[in-house]
Structure formats: C-alpha cells, structure tokens
C-alpha cells in the first residue's frame, strides 16, 4: 500500500521544529525572568506553554511513525493537523499573556 502522507512529512516536520525551537527559547527565558505577574496567570501561562509543547512533540511523532493506519489516511492526517494548530495557539496564547502582564506592568 503506498504512503499517501510521504509528501506532508517534510513540511510538517520542518514547521513543527522551527515552532519547538521557538517556544522552547521562550519558555527558557520565560522561567528565569523575574515578573511581577500574579501566581495565577503564571501558572496560566506555563500551562499553555506546555500543552502547547507536548501536542507539538505529539505531532512530530504521528507525522514520523510509519506503521499509521493507511486505510483513513486522511482522517489520520486531518487530526495530526489539528493536534498542530491547537499546540500553536496554546503556545502562541501563552507567550501572548506574558507580552501583555509585562505591557501592563510599565
């Protein structure tokens, strides 16, 4: 049977790393920065980081694992993309409300 995601493996996997790279950098200076942020949104934050962090990891393995089931491809696909858009928009949330505690703090 052929492999009907051999050419979105690439792109994905070049995306999803470029994105990692990113919010890994981020979250590193993120912890070793000295706010005056409340707990909550602390927390708030370092939750949406790393949601974000470990759907992207989920992503890189379902585009990286060969044995996925050929016969719903799409679906299979569909839901990798997904897993995808949803790992941004958490991370991208995340490093949002840190910008905006540090605009309102000065």
Known sequence: MEDKLQSFRQPIVTATGILLGFIL???ANWV???SAMPDWLAYLVGVCVLAGIVLLVAVLYRVLRMDY???????YHARTLRFLIVGVTLSFAGALIDMFSHFMQE
């Open 32 to 34: 070793k920065s000295d």
């Open 69 to 75: 089931p050929r016969d719903r491809a799409e679906a």
């Open 25 to 27: 950098n981020f979250a």
